[in-house]
Each structure stands twice: as structure tokens, then as C-alpha cells.
């Protein structure tokens, strides 16, 4: 009896060993599974390779370089921070994956990095040429995510200081960014995109979580700044971020942005504070977005909105219950929807479409600069009051079945008082006018009339008309 407990617990050890190996290797990287040491982990096909800051491991750049010769999709996780300075140059296989201290997503290749709670720094505290942190080639896809909850999910995409490009992320036209999770933050951007900088028709940008926040550009997209490519936000924050132009949030210049939910607050710039359109760019809302709390500058001459500034010749459409509020100028004016009106163009009325907002939204609108009188919601407005006007400068109503905002031709009391004093200096100023000329006017009729009576006819004197009445017959 014995011998068979002792067979029996041993086959149980045995087994017990072999399961646990078992899902240790099945699942790819856990925080448990990782030895202490290890500073990053690449998984490539459920096998992961753990590296470590040594010479034989290699350290980070060994870890990129292996995730980018992986011929199938690739993931990085980090277990410590990744500082990543300039002068650092990995070439492998005649594709470069780490150049100049940026981290490169080649063409072809899809990589995820998990930051676990972890940062890549480039710690630039002044701007160079090539100062992003990552760029993602044509044909390179991005999974950006993090994993690490009991870190508070904290991990960053940070340092970057760029002369001419994204200070964080640059997305060339064809590349992909997918942002699940994790933080772009504290970039700055001596010309436009301080968090992310996406150009092409082909360049996007997916967004289901995470933060951009704390950026800053020089020029336009404090948080993103996007030409012609297309970005979707089903969710995450565009929070805290700065441009000295257009674009506190995000810049639009073409290319259609796509907000089904997610929070744009909180951002600032000189015009266009959460978010800014221009060109052909289509801005779309379709649920539960919030655009709060963000400001811009005060001069109406530049066309400062501060929570969404539409310079664009596309419509605005809105969808869904998305909170346009709380917005405002740094001179205390609310400005939450303004549409820039350019005084040189004329564009088509229907700027703004209503595709189904409902009486839980709250949308201010109001227009800034250029001589716009009017601005019409289409399709016809029937629904409940979602719109509210920012501005004693026009008011909404209701036109033939649509909702018009309409300039307002009133003045506040001090222009109406000069506006009066004007009126009755003009007034007066006219009745002297023509009582003067009337005077004139009387003076030379008089004079002529005394001329007349003095002077000669062909120098003969007129016969005086008898006086003699004829006599009747018998006197």
C-alpha cells in the first residue's frame, strides 16, 4: 500500500510540473512568468524571448530589432523603462529599426508594444531634426496598449522634442497607429503635431483608449495634427495639450475625423482650442463625445473658436448626444461650435447636418469673423431646442422648417446712444444745409428781380396803356 501512495504522489508531482510548464510557455508574457531581471520580452508566434541589459542579451535595441525580423506579427513588452537617445543606430537586414535614436516601424511589419506601466523616453530637452520617439514607415502598423492596471495603466510615449516633425508619434502617409491603451505625453513639436503627426491620404489612426495629453506644437496639434488621413475615436482622451496655432486637441487639415465617444478637454491654442478643421476636412460626431473646457484666444479677427473651430469648407455633421459645452475664450466669452466665415468667400449655407441629435445634447454655436448673416441646419429641424446660440451677435430660429442661426441686428445701449447723437447731428447738419441754400437760393431770385426793373428796353420808353374808357353813346 505503501509503494502505490508513494507511485501515486509522484505521478501527481509529475503532472502537476507539466501543467503548470505547460501554460507558463502558452501564455506569451505575464508579469509573473517574467524573470526579475528582464527588462523587455518579444513574443512572436506564443514563443517569448525575455532580454536583459547585458551585452550577451543585447538589451532594448536587440529586443526591437528581433521584433521587427519576425516575419508575422510581433509583441514587445516592456519591464523596465526604454530610453532611447539620439546617436543610437540599429541596422539589420538592410532595414533600419532604430535610426538615430527613433524608433522606426519598418514597412510590412505590424508590431504591439506593451509598456506595462513602463515609458520610452527620448529625454530631449531641446528640439533637434528626427526628434519623435517612433515613426511608423508606409506600410507599418503600430499597436500601441497597456496592460499593467495595478500601475494605473501609466505607461508613455514621452521626451520626444522635434525641429520638423511629430514630437511623439509621426505616421507616415500608408502607416497605421492603433491605440488601445497607454499615454502619449509630454512631447513637444517645434512645428505641428506634438503627440502624433499623420500625413497622406493613406495614414490612420484607430483610437479605443488611452491618453494624449500634456503636448505641445509650435504650430498647429498640440495633441494631433493630421493632413488628409483618417482618424476614428471610439473612446480614450484628448486632454491637456497646447499649440501656439489651430488645434489645442487636434488639427484637421482634409481628411475625414470620426468621434463616436472619448473626451476632447481641456485644451488650448490661438484659435481652434479642442479641435480645428480646415480645407475639405470633414468632422463627424456620431455618439456620446465630449468636447469641454477648452479655450482659445479672444481675437474674433483670427477666428478663434475655442472648443471646435470649423474653417473648413465641408459640413459639420452631427449624430448621436455629443456634449459641445463649456468651451471658452481667454476673455471670458463662451465660444463652444463657431464656424469661420472668411470675408473674401461665400460658402454653401448648409455647413452644419443634423443627422438625428437628440434632446439630450447641448451644442453652443456662433460665428466669428467675415460677414456672415446667416447659418442653416439641414435636414429640416423639427427635434427639440439641442442648439443654444454662444452670442448676443445672432440668435436661432426657425425658418421654412429649419433652424437658422441669424445675425441679430440689435446694439448695445452705448452704440445706440452714439448711433443717435449721430443720427440728429446728421439731421440737423441737413436742415442747415438746405436752409442755407434755400437762403441762397431766395438772395439771387431777388437780386435779379431788382435788375429787371431799372434797366431799359432797346433803349425806347414803353407807352403806358390808356387809361380813357370809351364813352357810351349819349354822353
Given at each position: 500500500?505503501?509503494?502505490?501512495?508513494?507511485?501515486?504522489?509522484?505521478?501527481?508531482?509529475?503532472?502537476t510540473?507539466?501543467l503548470t510548464a505547460?501554460f507558463?510557455t502558452?501564455?506569451?508574457?505575464?508579469?509573473?512568468?517574467?524573470?526579475?531581471?528582464a527588462?523587455?520580452?518579444?513574443?512572436?508566434?506564443?514563443t517569448t524571448?525575455?532580454?536583459?541589459d547585458?551585452?550577451?542579451?543585447?538589451?532594448m535595441?536587440?529586443?526591437?530589432?528581433?521584433?521587427?525580423?519576425?516575419?508575422?506579427?510581433?509583441?514587445?513588452?516592456?519591464?523596465?523603462?526604454?530610453?532611447?537617445?539620439?546617436?543610437t543606430?540599429l541596422?539589420?537586414?538592410?532595414e533600419?529599426t532604430i535610426?538615430?535614436?527613433?524608433?522606426?516601424?519598418p514597412?510590412?511589419?505590424e508590431?504591439?508594444?506593451d509598456?506595462?506601466?513602463?515609458?520610452?523616453d527620448?529625454?530631449?530637452?531641446?528640439?533637434?531634426s528626427?526628434?519623435?520617439?517612433?515613426?511608423?514607415?508606409t506600410?507599418?502598423t503600430?499597436?500601441l496598449?497597456?496592460?499593467?492596471?495595478?500601475s494605473?495603466?501609466?505607461?508613455?510615449?514621452?521626451?520626444g522634442?522635434?525641429?520638423?516633425?511629430a514630437g511623439?508619434?509621426?505616421?507616415?502617409?500608408g502607416?497605421?497607429l492603433?491605440?488601445?491603451g497607454?499615454?502619449?505625453s509630454?512631447?513637444?513639436?517645434?512645428?505641428s503635431?506634438?503627440?502624433?503627426?499623420?500625413?497622406?491620404?493613406?495614414?490612420?489612426?484607430?483610437?479605443?483608449?488611452g491618453t494624449i495629453?500634456?503636448?505641445?506644437?509650435?504650430q498647429?496639434?498640440?495633441?494631433i495634427?493630421?493632413?488628409?488621413?483618417?482618424?476614428?475615436?471610439v473612446?480614450?482622451?484628448?486632454?491637456?495639450?497646447?499649440?501656439?496655432g489651430?488645434?489645442?486637441?487636434?488639427?484637421?487639415q482634409?481628411?475625414l475625423?470620426?468621434?463616436?465617444?472619448?473626451k476632447?478637454?481641456?485644451?488650448?491654442?490661438?484659435?481652434?482650442?479642442?479641435?480645428?478643421?480646415n480645407?475639405n476636412a470633414?468632422?463627424?460626431?456620431?455618439?456620446?463625445?465630449?468636447?469641454?473646457?477648452?479655450?482659445?484666444?479672444?481675437?474674433?479677427?483670427?477666428?478663434?473658436?475655442a472648443?471646435?473651430l470649423a474653417?473648413s469648407?465641408?459640413?459639420?455633421?452631427l449624430s448621436?448626444?455629443?456634449?459641445?459645452i463649456?468651451?471658452?475664450?481667454?476673455?471670458?466669452?463662451?465660444?463652444?461650435?463657431?464656424?469661420?466665415?472668411?470675408k473674401?468667400?461665400v460658402?454653401?449655407?448648409?455647413r452644419?447636418?443634423n443627422?438625428?441629435?437628440?434632446?439630450t445634447?447641448?451644442i453652443g454655436?456662433n460665428?466669428?469673423g467675415?460677414?456672415?448673416?446667416?447659418?442653416v441646419?439641414?435636414?429640416?429641424w423639427d427635434?427639440?431646442?439641442?442648439?443654444?446660440?454662444?452670442g448676443d451677435d445672432?440668435?436661432?430660429?426657425?425658418?421654412?422648417?429649419?433652424l437658422?442661426?441669424?445675425?441679430?441686428?440689435?446694439?448695445?445701449?452705448?452704440?445706440?446712444?452714439?448711433?443717435?447723437?449721430?443720427?440728429?447731428?446728421?439731421?440737423?447738419a441737413?436742415?442747415a444745409?438746405?436752409?442755407?441754400?434755400?437762403a441762397?437760393k431766395?438772395?439771387?431770385?431777388?437780386?435779379?428781380?431788382?435788375?429787371?426793373?431799372?434797366?431799359?428796353?432797346n433803349?425806347?420808353?414803353k407807352k403806358?396803356?390808356?387809361?380813357n374808357k370809351?364813352?357810351?353813346s349819349?354822353e
Amino acid at each position: 500500500m505503501k509503494k502505490h501512495h508513494a507511485i501515486k504522489k509522484l505521478i501527481t508531482i509529475l503532472l502537476t510540473g507539466t501543467l503548470t510548464a505547460f501554460f507558463c510557455t502558452a501564455i506569451p508574457v505575464c508579469a509573473d512568468s517574467a524573470p526579475p531581471d528582464a527588462i523587455g520580452s518579444v513574443t512572436i508566434d506564443s514563443t517569448t524571448t525575455f532580454y536583459y541589459d547585458t551585452k550577451t542579451s543585447g538589451g532594448m535595441n536587440a529586443m526591437w530589432n528581433d521584433a521587427v525580423k519576425a516575419e508575422t506579427p510581433a509583441t514587445v513588452k516592456l519591464y523596465s523603462d526604454w530610453t532611447s537617445k539620439t546617436g543610437t543606430r540599429l541596422i539589420s537586414d538592410g532595414e533600419g529599426t532604430i535610426f538615430d535614436g527613433v524608433i522606426l516601424v519598418p514597412n510590412g511589419h505590424e508590431i504591439t508594444i506593451d509598456l506595462n506601466g513602463h515609458k520610452i523616453d527620448r529625454t530631449l530637452v531641446t528640439g533637434i531634426s528626427n526628434g519623435e520617439v517612433l515613426y511608423i514607415q508606409t506600410g507599418g502598423t503600430l499597436n500601441l496598449t497597456d496592460t499593467n492596471a495595478s500601475s494605473g495603466h501609466s505607461g508613455s510615449i514621452t521626451g520626444g522634442n522635434n525641429l520638423d516633425g511629430a514630437g511623439g508619434i509621426q505616421i507616415e502617409d500608408g502607416g497605421t497607429l492603433n491605440m488601445w491603451g497607454g499615454n502619449i505625453s509630454g512631447n513637444v513639436s517645434m512645428s505641428s503635431g506634438g503627440g502624433v503627426l499623420m500625413s497622406g491620404a493613406s495614414s490612420k489612426l484607430y483610437m479605443t483608449g488611452g491618453t494624449i495629453s500634456g503636448n505641445t506644437a509650435n504650430q498647429n496639434g498640440g495633441g494631433i495634427a493630421v493632413v488628409d488621413g483618417t482618424i476614428n475615436i471610439v473612446k480614450g482622451e484628448i486632454t491637456e495639450n497646447t499649440a501656439s496655432g489651430s488645434g489645442g486637441g487636434i488639427y484637421i487639415q482634409g481628411g475625414l475625423t470620426e468621434i463616436t465617444a472619448g473626451k476632447i478637454e481641456r485644451n488650448a491654442a490661438a484659435s481652434g482650442g479642442g479641435i480645428c478643421t480646415n480645407t475639405n476636412a470633414v468632422l463627424s460626431f456620431k455618439g456620446e463625445a465630449s468636447v469641454q473646457e477648452n479655450t482659445a484666444g479672444s481675437d474674433v479677427n483670427t477666428g478663434a473658436g475655442a472648443g471646435i473651430l470649423a474653417m473648413s469648407t465641408e459640413s459639420v455633421l452631427l449624430s448621436g448626444t455629443p456634449d459641445i459645452i463649456r468651451n471658452s475664450l481667454v476673455n471670458g466669452s463662451t465660444s463652444n461650435l463657431t464656424f469661420w466665415i472668411d470675408k473674401n468667400l461665400v460658402y454653401a449655407e448648409s455647413r452644419v447636418q443634423n443627422n438625428g441629435v437628440d434632446n439630450t445634447a447641448k451644442i453652443g454655436i456662433n460665428f466669428s469673423g467675415g460677414k456672415a448673416r446667416s447659418l442653416v441646419f439641414a435636414p429640416a429641424w423639427d427635434g427639440p431646442d439641442c442648439f443654444i446660440s454662444d452670442g448676443d451677435d445672432y440668435a436661432l430660429k426657425k425658418k421654412d422648417g429649419n433652424l437658422v442661426l441669424e445675425r441679430a441686428f440689435h446694439l448695445p445701449v452705448n452704440a445706440m446712444v452714439v448711433w443717435i447723437i449721430c443720427g440728429v447731428v446728421v439731421i440737423i447738419a441737413v436742415i442747415a444745409i438746405v436752409s442755407i441754400l434755400s437762403a441762397e437760393k431766395k438772395k439771387k431770385k431777388k437780386k435779379k428781380s431788382g435788375k429787371g426793373k431799372s434797366g431799359k428796353s432797346n433803349g425806347k420808353k414803353k407807352k403806358k396803356p390808356s387809361s380813357n374808357k370809351p364813352k357810351k353813346s349819349g354822353e
